[in-house]
């Protein structure tokens, strides 16, 4: 097991509350001060983190209809 497999075990998986249990979710995770990515179709499979500066960031843009700067 790797240690990207290691850490991605532990962390604490979340989906939103409004999510239907149609597959087609992401879901969040905080790890190492960055928001980790995954799909919840998949959650065996790759993951992607971002700063959270910049996930709020994009949260924030699509909350108000625009496109993160």
């Known amino acids: 097991m790797s240690m990207l497999d290691r850490e991605a075990s532990n962390l604490q998986?979340?989906?939103a509350r409004r999510s239907v249990n149609n597959g087609a979710c992401v879901e969040v995770a905080?790890?190492?001060g960055q928001?980790?990515?995954r799909d919840s179709k998949d959650p065996g499979g790759p993951w992607l983190s971002y700063?959270?500066?910049a996930f709020r960031s994009f949260?924030?843009?699509t909350k108000n209809g625009g496109i993160p700067a």
Do not use: E, F, G, S
């Open 59 to 61: 949260l924030d843009a």
């Open 30 to 32: 905080p790890v190492n």
């Open 13 to 15: 998986w979340r989906k």
């Open 35 to 37: 928001i980790a990515i």
């Open 51 to 53: 700063p959270i500066t």
